[in-house]
């Protein structure tokens, strides 16, 4: 039977062997965090602020605290419905609600044979359109909503729950400064899009679901595979982090010199691939190491200054000659704040010139006050020791699910 949540439907319709494939947990350290985040989101507009931070888990309300909700993109509570569980039955395409409030695993339980789940974080309607919108924790490139197979999936769900054949999606996630806002309009010719992509699933899966050798069916690989339960009993995973190599041994003859050269740079090649695999891997599987550090992500903040909000602070702290410098530049780094304090501590009399760290903290700090300091945060897959004050990495799924891939 086809058991997928919305949350993986790119993956099940891009490599739908991935649902036939031995299964393993992804939930890593963080997803808690992006469940809190997620719950936080939801109960705001019905709650307020102060309330849904109170009702969050003290380990996480500083960092919640930080989420300027005043600047997101509101809802008005009165119009639009919270965490709504639809079932669709894809053998007569009909869609019924299962209930508001209610947990993604009571949600599993109140399913029939045959129909797909999905909860909804909000849920609107319009007298021709259903409106669906999903909150976001963290900060990957989320690419252009309209095709976003998650939402897409949820579109069909609501507009068939209500009889309507037309939806706007739209995802919202918080940023400390720059809070994300996206939204599409899908219409009659997206909806059936959607819909026929979950029968063909079902079809595809019902034919890989009863195949004898699991690992022999055709994977495809991209980027669902990061999350992916099956990551770790995928064949061409496997393969990769497997695959042996016979270096040649070097020889000063032509004929030995070439085979030698070509073996090395499919050896280059392969490993590339290889570490290629084992990041993809340490995304969802941070790697124990020795001595308390791990093989997996390590997120970093990098700040760069807004030039046009920053613009009367810089010229106050650094003098007016500042303003050819920043004349053309929209953003400014670290690293050039620091050149312009430094020129300006240059031409100081000796015995006033402050520290410039000192300097750069303090009109970092000014700027951070005024709203002239954008936050991007970058991930890496590196060897490295966790720290209890880490900026929380990129998680799958939705809020609390647990149900089956």
């Not at 339960?229 to 000063?252: D, E, N, Q």
């Not at 970093?300 to 410098?325: C, F, H, M, Q, Y």
């Not at 945060?377 to 966790?386: A, I, L």
Request: negative net charge.
């Amino acid at each position: 039977m086809l058991e997928i949540s919305m949350s993986g439907l790119e993956r099940a319709i891009e490599c739908t062997a991935s649902l036939v494939l031995q299964q393993s947990p992804t939930q890593g350290a963080w997803a808690s965090y992006g469940h809190v985040v997620h719950a936080f989101l939801q109960r705001v507009p019905t709650m307020g602020r102060e309330a849904a931070l109170a009702a969050a888990p003290k380990e996480h309300q500083e960092a919640l605290e930080s989420i300027d909700v005043d600047a997101m993109q509101t809802l008005n509570a009165d119009g639009f419905a919270y965490e709504v569980a639809i079932a669709l039955d894809l053998d007569r395409m009909t869609a019924r609600e299962l209930g508001r409030g209610i947990s993604r695993d009571e949600a599993y339980r109140l399913k029939r044979p045959g129909e797909l789940v999905g909860t909804l974080d909000v849920l609107g309607t319009t007298s021709d359109a259903v409106i669906v919108i999903d909150y976001k924790s963290g900060f990957r490139d989320l690419g252009p909503v309209r095709e976003n197979w998650q939402l897409r999936g949820y579109a069909l769900l609501a507009a068939t729950l209500y009889g309507k054949r037309k939806a706007v999606v739209g995802i919202i996630r918080p940023g400390a400064l720059e809070p994300y806002f996206d939204s599409a309009e899908l219409g009659d010719i997206d909806l059936d899009v959607v819909e026929d992509a979950l029968t063909e699933l079902r079809t595809r899966y019902g034919h890989m679901a009863s195949h004898s050798e699991p690992t022999r069916l055709p994977t495809r690989q991209g980027r669902w595979c990061t999350f992916c339960p099956a990551f770790p009993f995928c064949p061409a995973k496997r393969a990769l982090v497997t695959m042996g190599f016979h270096a040649a041994s070097p020889m000063i003859d032509e004929e030995s010199a070439a085979m030698a050269l070509s073996n090395l740079e499919l050896l280059e090649e392969a490993t590339r691939k290889v570490r290629a695999a084992l990041e993809e891997y340490a995304v969802a599987h941070p790697v124990p190491l020795p001595n308390g550090w791990v093989y997996g992500v390590k997120v970093t903040a990098r700040k760069s200054i807004d030039v046009p909000k920053a613009r009367n602070i810089l010229e106050a702290e650094l003098g007016p000659e500042v303003r050819a410098a920043i004349v053309a530049e929209e953003r400014l780094s670290q690293a050039d704040l620091k050149r312009l304090v430094m020129k300006r501590v240059r031409d100081m009399p000796k015995g006033e010139r402050p520290a410039v760290s000192t300097e750069v903290r303090r009109i970092l700090d000014r700027l951070e006050q005024a709203r002239a300091l954008e936050v991007k945060k970058v991930q890496t897959v590196t060897r490295h020791k966790p720290s209890p004050w880490a900026i929380p990495a990129e998680t799958e799924g939705e809020a609390g699910e647990a149900a089956p891939e």
